[in-house]
């Protein structure tokens, strides 16, 4: 009577409510967790009072939510406004459908039944191409506002993405090589058989990809678009009620795919030396994996400030990007040539190295005298060498 | 995993459609659950102190025009590049050195680009 249940559609649509509503239910202990972990960080206490050690705030917090007055300022252009945010959300859920969340049920036997909601053959170029569409939920979101704040916020979004997406991508590409598919299973498959997690082989790769993702999803240092002291809330300025709180579901659903893709790509996703070959404990592995990542996004949060926006831009483009070329090349050859994982692992070391020195020299290099002509006479003043003062032209003002 | 591709592809669809319904969802509880009448003096935009009536969409300068350009230049990398990534090891060392060269004038665009200044803040 049950038959039913086998047909790959039925148990996709199961599949895939299951899948959505545990992101959700990770989205609103996220905010939980984030506030309480930053809290401790910082030596407050945090969210306390709602349940014990502040369990149900998620609760009153989506309760709250949903009764709020969703504000929609009259010059927004009404449907876009209103579209955008969904856009985000949709965006956001439909790139986890590829991610593998555990081993099938049986090892090495795959039913309609397994942890996966769609094992697409292009995995990742599927994640990559959808997440990259979720610069429209942002851009359109702040151009529809009606705010400039918003506007601003919103192009700066999608600079940092552009930016970013490259490198991201470029990291990724090494590990490709090795694992000779773009199937997510199959790449967890590739490194249970190769017996290494390809962060040993690809450290320079993984790295890359952390800075990178962490920009993608506009987190902290990263998190210029909602910068507050120079754009209020930047795109959200606007979005208020529920409307908002979907924004944040996105933000945070994006920050779990990141996790869920650096544990994929180069922790061996579900795998944990064998252990996975037991029925379900192949689940536990993976949530613990992603939840290290999610931890190290909240910790960066609390730890480094905000990052300067060209030097943003630059970052992005002078550095990740070539490091990610220079990467897939050296991959790329130990590949080609048939040498053992360990020759690309120790390169991306030294380079990571090399690197770090490299920055550190420019940290700590000297300062430079300039003369800034004010009103009534000049004032010379030391800064440091890197910073480039702008020019103003003069304006004739009526 | 189903050996058949059409259906693995239906079943990540599946998701994205059951994502809409949620969005949908999300809409429609906002408007049954939330205040029905609200003030009209809420509605305008908070900033310049409550003034309202200024134009948002103004033609200002966009600093990375550029960087879009250079960016679909990348995408389009990448997308070759991944395939690529996959196959070049069965197709053996010709494959390999094809993409070097793909790789040598990306890298010589890079610094052409760099060097006439395109990811540096324009002042």
């Not at chain 1, 249970?192 to 040993?200: C, K, L, N, S």
Request: net charge positive; glycine share 8%.
């Amino acid at each position: 009577m049950l038959e039913f249940l086998n047909t790959p559609i039925v148990a996709g649509v199961i599949k895939s409510a299951i899948v959505i509503f545990a992101l959700l239910t990770a989205f609103a202990y996220m905010t939980l967790i984030e506030r309480r972990v930053v809290a401790k960080l910082q030596g407050r206490l945090g969210p306390n009072r709602a349940g014990p050690a502040g369990m149900f705030q998620p609760v009153a917090d989506a309760i709250k939510m949903i009764f709020k007055e969703q504000i929609v300022p009259t010059q927004a252009k009404k449907a876009i406004y209103m579209v955008a945010p969904i856009i985000s959300l949709v965006v956001a859920l439909s790139a986890f459908a590829v991610v593998p969340i555990g081993n099938s049920w049986v090892d090495g036997k795959t039913s309609v039944w397994d942890p996966v909601i769609g094992d697409v053959n292009i995995g990742i170029l599927w994640i990559l191409s959808i997440s990259s569409l979720a610069v429209y939920g942002i851009v359109l979101g702040g151009w529809a506002s009606g705010n400039r704040y918003s506007l601003l916020g919103s192009l700066r979004s999608a600079a940092q993405m552009v930016s970013y997406e490259t490198g991201l991508g470029l990291a990724l590409s090494g590990t490709l090589m090795f694992a000779g598919t773009l199937s997510m299973v199959g790449i967890v498959n590739a490194q249970r058989h190769m017996g290494i997690w390809f962060v040993a082989a690809q450290p320079l790769g993984f790295f890359l990809y952390l800075i990178a993702g962490i920009a993608e999803v506009n987190r902290a240092p990263f998190d210029l678009p909602e910068a507050e002291q120079e754009l209020t809330a930047g795109y959200l300025t606007e979005y208020s009620g529920l409307r908002w709180s979907v924004y944040q579901m996105a933000e945070y659903i994006n920050m779990i795919t990141v996790s869920s893709i650096a544990a994929t790509f180069f922790f061996g996703g579900w795998s944990f030396f064998g252990l996975e070959r037991i029925p379900g404990l192949s689940i536990v592995i993976f949530l613990v994996k992603v939840a290290v990542f999610l931890f190290l996004f909240i910790w960066l949060r609390a730890t480094l400030p905000r990052i300067r926006y060209d030097r943003l831009m630059r970052f992005g483009w002078q550095l990740l990007l070539p490091l990610a070329v220079v990467n897939a090349v050296i991959s790329a050859t130990v590949v080609a040539l048939n040498w053992p994982w360990w020759i690309s692992g120790l390169a991306g070391l030294a380079i990571i190295v090399a690197v770090l020195f490299y920055e550190r020299r420019k940290i700590n290099e000297g300062q430079k005298e300039v003369t800034v002509k004010e009103v009534g006479g000049s004032k010379t003043m030391a800064i440091p060498t890197s910073v480039r003062l702008a020019k103003f032209e003069k304006v004739n003002v009526e | 995993m189903t050996d058949n591709v059409p259906v693995e592809y239906a079943l990540a669809a599946v998701m994205l459609m059951v994502a809409i319904g949620l969005g949908l969802l999300t809409l429609a509880l906002g408007r049954v659950f939330g205040p029905a009448r609200r003030p009209q003096q809420k509605n305008p935009p908070p900033e310049h102190g409550g003034r309202t009536g200024h134009k948002t969409w103004v033609q200002f300068r966009l600093r990375y025009a550029v960087l879009a350009l250079l960016f679909v230049s990348f995408d389009m990398e990448m997308v070759f590049m991944f395939p690529w990534a996959v196959v070049f090891k069965r197709d053996g060392l010709i494959a390999f050195f094809d993409m070097f060269v793909f790789v040598a004038i990306l890298a010589a665009a890079i610094f052409f680009a760099w060097k006439e200044g395109a990811f540096d803040w324009e002042y």
